[in-house]
């Protein structure tokens, strides 16, 4: 089948194929991604840098906004304004100096304050007493028939602005003040304290005050730039205005934000939705085009030099394999039968050193066979000599046995005694194969152990086992003890006339595990040794120097046994005051020795 053809193709094709599969495609693949993502890198820096331009403008604009925004809430809130255009108009020099003097002067200082952002302030009263003048004043039924008028007052809106004509907007006859152009009008309620409508502030902005930052930004600026009111475009700079396509532009402009793209431009757009309108950039896609134009070039380049390589690559494979083939058939020669041939070695590259080898091994299989039946018969005459001289471990016993006897009738009664204990420590080592024993045989061991060292120490040495009963036929591992207790008898003297004394005690801990902790009144261990120690034996991760050091050696072998033959959570556990003690503290299951 398809996979069998596979396996059975030559290993020239095969790497003809992988070569492909590993060199030619991944380049191919990525020339492909690296004109994919390098288009968009720059499209996306294009995007970027238009944003922040609109964010710029946006900014700038809004701020404009929010100024005249504030002004109008001030107005609306003035306490005086809100006082006048509630109460009766008293038609007499106090009612028009109050009007003139203190009323006027609010609007008019107003105006003076902040005349570069607005054209001019009205204020339109329903109170039907207080007569129009100074400019400023007019009577609401100049906007009553106003249908926009109409719906802001319907409306739960305190504000609005909205884009009229400034002289149109209100019924008049030739107002001096009022403009006969668009411009942006915001519009605020007076209420009074109960929330009834008083009247209505509007103030007009011209479109070069309030639209100032786009008109600035445009004269420094190489980007197209442009504004639309209701999808209709306001202004533009001269770049847009140029653009063949900039209607089509305009109809796909759909959402508050984004950006769209077609074959030529890039237009990048935002709303401010205070004053309806959005802002946008137009830039075109010729630069991009260039720089993916010249990396198309490189591509293909890249493309024909792994087509070449690939080709020479081929050519190299078949003169290479025209050398394994004659390995090849030597090879076949050798596994006929031939044994007498060998592979030319020409050079020492990685074939040569095959064929080394080969020829190596033809050697030694024919030194093989020669020397096959010598080593059968040296190996049975190997085995019949080790029979002949294997020692029975009782031969040990009953020598130690037959010197403690004479030893006890020649009145040396503890020597005596110390050997016939070295001898029962013997046979605890051999009696058995079991790994494991009972706490009882393991105490006595301990015990003999100590009495070999007070042939050493005398007094200064003493031991105490504490034992319950119900614990004696407990299993425990063989040699799990003895060594703890000779490493405090190697280090914990402090000095020659300083006594040790070695408590172990054995504990029910629950219905499931023992505690054993074995305590001598020595030395003691350093704090940081200590801390070090007990974190070694948690992670059986040991040093170099510990595992060199006299007495560690046997520590390490009874932590990693405790592990192997309880779990990972039996460890080791010190505590020490240097100077005082030292206790090991370990943790074994509770398994009692069955018959």
Known sequence: SYMKNIRDMSILNKFTIAYILLVFSPVLFISSFSYCQTKKFYEKELIEESNKYLSYLKNSITQR??????????????????SFLKR?????????KIYREDIYSIV????????????????????????????????????????????????????????????????????????????????????????????????EIFDKDILQPFFDL?????YGFFILYQNKLLYASYEVNDYPSIDQIIRNLNLRQGYYKDDENIIV????????????????????????????MNIVLVNIAALILIIAFYIFIQIFFYNVRKNMETMTKVIQGDFSVRIPVKRRHEIGIIAEYFNFMIEKVNELIHEMIKKETAQKEAQLNALQYQINPHFIYNTLDIIS?????????????????????????????????????ESEHIRNYISLQRLRYGDNIKLSINLQDELKNCRILKFILQPIVENSVIHGFIDKNTALEIIIDFMLKNSNTIEIVVTDTGRGIPEKELKRMNQSFEKSEYSEWQQNKNGSIGLININERLKLFYGKEHFIKLESEEGKYTKVRLIIPNIREEG
């Open 65 to 82: 906004l929010d100024i005249i925004k504030e002004t109008g809430r001030n107005l609306a809130y003035n306490p005086q304004i809100s």
């Open 218 to 222: 445009v004269s420094e600026e190489k």
């Open 88 to 96: 009766k108009f008293s038609f007499d020099q106090f009612g028009y």
């Open 269 to 296: 757009y935002d709303t401010i939705n205070e004053l309806g309108i959005k802002l946008g950039t137009v830039t075109s896609t010729v630069g991009i085009k260039r720089i993916i134009s010249s990396l198309n």
């Open 405 to 441: 006897g004479k030893m006890f009738l020649s009145g040396n009664y503890d020597v005596a005694e110390e050997i016939a204990k070295f001898g029962k420590m013997l046979r605890y080592n051999l009696s058995s194969n079991s790994k494991f024993s009972t706490i009882w045989e």
């Open 108 to 203: 008019n200082n107003t105006m003076i304050y902040d005349k570069q952002n607005m054209h001019i302030i009205r204020i339109f009263f329903r109170n039907k007493t207080i007569p129009e003048g100074w400019g400023y004043f007019y009577s609401e039924k100049r906007l009553y028939e106003k249908e926009w008028y109409k719906d802001f007052i319907r409306s739960d809106d305190l504000e609005v602005c909205l884009r009229l004509n400034c002289s149109k907007y209100f019924e008049h006859i030739n107002l001096n003040n009022a403009k006969d152009m668009d411009g942006f009008i915001f519009f605020r309620k007076i209420l009074d304290y109960n929330g009834t409508i008083m009247g209505t502030l509007a103030i």
